[in-house]
């Protein structure tokens, strides 16, 4: 069997396999970013449903009266 034949598939998976862990830490890095825009953008919706709730409350008041 030629050596050099399997060597040169050794080299090409090792680089296969470094890109791809390459890419798991980005993608990794990307569903962190993404889930804390996540919790950010639920924090503002209950903001803005408080606030709505408020709102709602107060106007209900104002039409008892």
């Known amino acids: ?3 050099e034949i399997f060597k040169n598939e ?3 998976l090792e ?3 470094k ?3 390459m890419r798991i830490v980005q993608l990794r890095e990307e569903l962190m970013a993404l889930e804390k825009n996540r919790d950010v953008i639920s924090g503002a919706m209950q903001t803005c ?4 709730k408020l709102s709602e409350e107060q106007e209900s008041s104002e039409n008892e009266n």
Request: aromatic content about 12%; charged content about 45%; glycine content about 0%.
């Open 1 to 3: 069997m030629d050596t």
């Open 49 to 52: 449903n408080y606030f709505l």
């Open 19 to 21: 890109n791809i862990e």
């Open 15 to 17: 680089k296969d396999k």
């Open 10 to 12: 050794l080299e090409k």
